[in-house]
């Protein structure tokens, strides 16, 4: 189907990586496959993808990861043992997003960085923009998902758009840290938006050029691919999306987005304590509602 490059159709989960901050647990299943609650992280992000109608799930997955294929997959046992009876609710969510997208894979056979990842998904994604989402930060708000945000920005905009929130300096050397100018948007807060002009990947607080971080969710213009082609490892001696985004937003062609939202850090295990009692009340509160509803 052709595309009129205004809408992204395409979202590219990176799940290649180790997380290494999981062992034991991601030595067989991949740290995307964690479940908060009873849902893996990496179904969190396909439905945060739904929302910003995205139909297209391209996965670059490694070693080990077959277990992300068979769990967006008919499992016909499954389905003919529970068909019928009173647990068969617990597949709706699932079953919904099995019909609604298709799903296609590829292979990072070496982890070289995230900027290589999204490399190896360019045979997925083709010449469009298209959005990344990366499973371990976790989103949630109750209105438009941040997905769905950022999309509406680059209909306006059709350049990178970068989600950002605001840290506090001493965690900068975990996260590409942004620089730029405001942007005024008549329907965000002052400051929402900015023009990047320099990021730095991972800086110590002394170098931070902000206290602005980007977090997992992406909107990127094709060309990225090119750029990653011709970037050069740097920090940790992996090929970083931060430095081909520099190149995008050397040119003015990259905007960074103060989402509206909560964001947890699933990669690691504080955050990821924190989504799961967060995730825990809200679906005990929206349970109680519907009972009291119901009374
Ligand atoms: P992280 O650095 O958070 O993931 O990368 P990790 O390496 O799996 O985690 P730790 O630090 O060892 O615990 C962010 C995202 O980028 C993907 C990861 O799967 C994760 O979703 N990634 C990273 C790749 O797909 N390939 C890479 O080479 C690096």
């Keep these: 189907m052709p595309n009129d490059n205004t809408r992204i159709r395409k979202c590219l989960f990176p799940a290649a990586g180790y997380g290494t901050r999981f062992l034991p647990a991601t030595k067989a299943i991949p740290k995307e496959m964690l479940p908060v609650l009873t849902k893996p992280l990496l179904q969190y992000g396909v439905e945060e993808a739904i929302s910003a ?22 499992s016909y046992e499954l389905e003919h043992q529970i068909k019928g009876t009173s647990k068969e ?33 360019e045979t997925l994604i083709g010449d469009e923009p298209f959005a990344v989402i990366l499973a371990d930060d976790l989103c949630d708000n109750d209105g438009e998902s941040v997905l769905s945000q950022m999309t509406k920005l680059y209909e306006k905009y059709k350049c990178s758009i970068v989600a950002v929130e605001e840290i506090p300096p001493k965690d900068s050397n975990k996260y590409g840290v942004i620089a730029g100018d ?27 050029p902000s206290n602005l971080a980007i977090i997992g969710r992406y909107i990127l213009t094709p060309d990225i ?13 992996e090929i970083q999306i931060t430095d081909a985004l520099l190149t995008q937003a050397k040119q003015g062609k990259v ?11 699933c990669g690691s295990v504080d955050g ?14 929206s349970k109680n509602q ?3 509803g119901k009374d």
């Design 53 to 74: 109608k995205m139909s297209t799930m391209a996965i670059v997955t490694g070693r080990g990861k077959r277990a992300i294929e068979d769990h967006f997959d008919i």
């Design 89 to 121: 609710h617990y597949l709706t969510e699932i079953r919904k997003v099995i019909t609604n997208c298709t799903f296609s894979y590829t292979r990072q056979i070496e982890m070289k960085g995230l900027g290589h990842a999204i490399l190896c998904g």
């Design 182 to 208: 405001v942007i005024s948007h008549p329907e965000l807060d002052s400051g929402s938006l900015v023009r990047v002009t320099d990021m730095v990947e991972k800086p110590s607080p002394e170098n931070a």
């Design 225 to 237: 691919f090119d750029i990653i082609k011709d970037t050069k490892p740097g920090k940790g001696g």
């Design 255 to 265: 905007i960074a987005y103060k989402f509206k939202g909560k964001r947890f850090d």
């Design 272 to 285: 990821f304590v924190e989504a799961t009692n967060y995730f825990y009340k809200k679906n005990n509160s």
């Design 290 to 292: 519907a009972k009291d």
